[in-house]
């Protein structure tokens, strides 16, 4: 079967891009807005409304195939391709990969998206939003063309069980924290509640105490409001490398403060997201490997998970060999085609470290629900909640479309049974 037609669509993402740099230098919060100066190349202000770029491949039995372009909330940060903008790259998808889409063969995926991941143009690798976009298409059109699930797709090309079992989800709160916490327990969400601390002055203090008061209450919060004792989530939050900052980037006073939040999270496991930025990747792995050896040191179960700096499959696979901490963030869009990510969990799950397939807030829908199929397939640990910063909306769209692919999964399985 072949692709009879590609096209590009301009749209929206579910959220904005920001610029991480100015936000962690005290850019001010106002409102929806933020006020300062950007710092990172490529931003016009420091909050910019968030862009994605559809593309849609016809094929030959009349399917359209889907997939979106999407980058990161905070792009061009930790090393990470530069913002992603439809209007800077809708003219290389017309000019020069539409003539590489229309009339080929709809082959293997694993095939199809190595093509373009290695596909260079004046020297330069497509954008990972690119990348990212594409291969979702291709692994829908693979599923269209066999009449098959993209999760089927996925199980059959790198040989992989077919298991039909959740997997638990994480939620995201953005800023309200407090209000959207409520939403996640009032929904069991399996991890919670990732909290958005992104700045010492108003999140976490400068001495930590303010993240401190809210484990607290998100202890206490979580106690009140379940129905029965038997939901006991994980507490997952992403501190954006703001504990490094109040600590001087020393390991043992980061070991300290991470475990000094142990009794206060109690009967809830408790990992703890980016603690510190090193601003480069070897001092990351390094600094991350010292405060990991620390804490288990000190008797603590805090778990760490990797993110800044931990952007492609080689930078996870080296955070893994490293064991330089508990858990690592496969950040979907980062990491370029969508195959990258399945064979990222699948190397943390061979290699002893739990895999989060993460992503970001400013993703779609499209690519979300492909995310799902991805996860599923490899059974990664813990899977993002996504697109947007509201919660219902993003858990709805993951969950939905999980219990959709572990219906049909089920459902062939006892057709064959």
Not at 391 to 401: K, L, P, Q, S
Request: aromatic fraction near 8%.
């Amino acid at each position: 079967m072949k692709i009879v037609k590609a096209l590009f669509i301009p749209g929206s993402s579910a959220f904005y891009f920001d610029d991480q740099q100015a936000i962690k230098g005290g850019a001010p919060h106002d409102g929806a807005l933020y006020g300062g100066t950007p710092e990172t190349p490529g931003f016009r202000a420091v909050r910019v409304a968030g862009e994605a770029l559809s593309i849609l491949l016809l094929l030959e039995n009349g399917s359209w195939a889907l997939g979106d372009c999407a980058a990161v909330q905070y792009s061009g940060a930790g090393g990470r391709d530069p913002l992603f903008l439809a209007a800077d790259y809708l003219p290389l998808l017309e000019n020069r990969i539409r003539p590489l889409l229309e009339g080929a063969e709809v082959g293997p995926f694993r095939e199809m998206a190595a093509r373009f991941e290695d596909l260079e143009f004046d020297g330069r690798r497509l954008h990972t939003a690119i990348r990212y976009g594409l291969s979702q298409a291709l692994l829908h059109a693979r599923a269209l063309a066999g009449g098959r699930i993209m999760a089927e797709v996925v199980c059959d090309e790198y040989g992989l069980p077919v298991v039909a079992e959740r997997v638990p989800i994480f939620g995201q709160s953005g800023d309200d924290r407090y209000i959207n916490a409520d939403k996640m327990i009032m929904k069991r969400v399996d991890v919670l509640p990732h909290a958005l601390i992104n700045n010492v002055k108003t999140k976490l203090g400068h001495e930590g105490e303010l993240l401190r008061e809210y484990v607290g209450w998100l202890v206490e919060r979580i106690r009140k409001s379940r129905t029965d004792e038997s939901y006991v989530p994980t507490l997952h939050i992403d501190v954006y490398g703001t504990i490094g900052v109040i600590c001087a980037l020393k390991p043992g006073r980061v070991a300290d403060y991470l475990a000094s939040l142990e009794p206060v999270a109690a009967e809830f496991p408790l990992y703890i997201e980016g603690p510190v930025d090193a601003g480069e990747k070897p001092r990351q792995i390094e600094l991350l490997a010292a405060i990991r050896r620390e804490l288990r040191a000190r008797g603590s179960k805090v778990k760490i998970v990797a993110d800044e700096w931990c952007n492609t499959y080689e930078d996870v696979v080296d955070f893994t060999d490293a064991q330089c901490c508990d858990q690592v963030q496969i950040k979907t869009p980062d990491l370029g085609g969508i195959q990258n990510t399945i064979e990222a969990v699948l190397y943390c799950r061979s290699h002893g470290m739990e895999a989060y397939q993460g992503g970001t807030c400013n993703e779609t829908e499209i690519s979300a629900k492909a995310c799902v199929h991805a996860a599923v397939a490899a059974r990664a640990e813990r899977l993002l909640a996504k697109p947007g910063m509201g919660f219902d909306e993003g858990f709805m769209i993951v969950r939905n479309e999980m219990e959709r692919v572990l219906a049909v999964l089920r459902a062939k399985v006892r057709k064959e049974a």
